[in-house]
């Protein structure tokens, strides 16, 4: 079984400021690795994920994450946030060997951009 | 031309009523699920249809049903409502055949009240 932790349930940050949300799992087999975001009153979009290859991954929005199996995180970046940007996110992981998803989220990050 | 839409978006019901949650989709998908999220926004995967067929089915209680009449619809019907199934309700769909790398697309919640 797999279980994902985000330590931080709220993240203020000033507009502009950079930011990052912390996500580690914890898993006895490989997995793939996803963060969707919500915005308010609405469903998860995918922001990115990690499925092989180069362990920093992008998104179109300037968000990245790395992941780092040695520490089992997969952390999210933004150097520069907007207003916008408020929303919560969600860390997800999906086990590798099932020949179907089955996301396992961890309980989000609230991130809060002031002007 | 939503992609994943839900009926009702609210619905404020009495203990020991049965309802039902629609979902459909128009990205051709094959596969949906049904997820849950409480009030401190922990989001759980419950159940999983590919071509109508279910493959995931997690520990929910049987008062839940889902119906999968076809690849774009997934309905959940809820017998003798209890308060805690009070909650926010996410149908997502995604392409089956990625062997887990497959992103899913959430409709906006179906948010229920049970009073």
């Known amino acids: 079984a797999q279980s994902v932790t985000q330590l931080d349930s709220q993240v203020p940050v000033f507009e502009e400021a950079p930011v990052e949300l912390r996500c580690n799992y914890s898993s006895s087999v490989s997995v793939y690795l996803f963060w969707y975001v919500q915005y308010p009153n609405q469903g998860l979009q995918l922001l990115l994920k990690?499925?092989?290859?180069?362990?920093l991954v992008e998104s179109i929005n300037g968000f990245e994450a790395e992941f780092n199996k040695s520490q089992t995180s997969f952390h999210l970046r933004k150097p520069s946030v907007h207003i916008s940007d408020t929303a919560e996110y969600f860390c997800a992981v999906s086990d590798r060997r099932t020949g179907f998803q089955k996301l396992v989220f961890g309980t989000g990050t609230r991130l809060l951009v002031s002007p | 031309d939503t992609a994943v839409s839900q009926t009702p978006k609210y619905l404020v019901t009495q203990m020991g009523n049965d309802k039902s949650i629609k979902c459909e989709q128009n990205?051709?998908?094959?596969?949906m699920y049904w997820y849950k999220q409480d009030s401190k926004k922990f989001l759980k995967i419950m159940f999983s249809y590919n071509n109508k067929e279910l493959i995931i089915n997690e520990t929910v209680p049987n008062r839940f049903s889902p119906k999968s009449p076809d690849k774009a619809h997934l309905n959940l019907h809820i017998n003798s409502l209890e308060l805690g199934d009070s909650a926010v309700y996410f149908c997502?769909?995604?392409?089956?055949?990625?062997?887990?790398?497959?992103?899913?697309?959430f409709g906006p919640g179906t948010r229920l009240l049970v009073l």
């Open positions: 990690y499925l092989s290859g180069s362990t």
């Open positions: 997502a769909s995604s392409q089956f055949g990625l062997a887990g790398r497959e992103t899913q697309y």
């Open positions: 990205l051709g998908h094959d596969t």
